[in-house]
């Protein structure tokens, strides 16, 4: 898998997110195991979605699933900076009222 997920700590609950690397099917599992154990750590989180040099359905079903995730346990995960080429494809496939970016 070539995606990654960087935490860097803003305060004490407010992480800064990095995604790193295509969000496509094939690497689906890993980016779901990813992302639990993401919501696990964190309570406030900005996911910046500039790093993500590939997305596809699946990809942004597993955004609209940790933000539906995040809201449901209480915590506040916004997404930020998502590059002309993610845009394009957010709003496309009609996610962009979902993910709010």
Do not use: Y
Request: glycine share 6%; charged share 15%; net charge neutral.
């Amino acid at each position: 898998m070539n995606f990654c997920v960087r935490l860097n700590v803003v305060d004490g609950n407010q992480v800064k997110v990095l995604l790193d690397g295509p969000m496509i099917v094939r690497d689906s599992v890993e980016i779901k195991t990813e992302f639990a154990a993401l919501l696990q750590k964190c309570h406030q989180a900005e996911i910046h979605l500039d790093g993500i040099t590939r997305i596809d359905i699946a990809g942004l079903q597993l955004l609209t699933a940790l933000r539906q995730s995040a809201t449901t346990a209480g915590k506040s995960f916004t997404f930020a900076n998502s590059s002309a080429q993610v845009q394009t494809i957010i709003s496309l496939a009609g996610f962009t009222k979902l993910l709010m970016c």
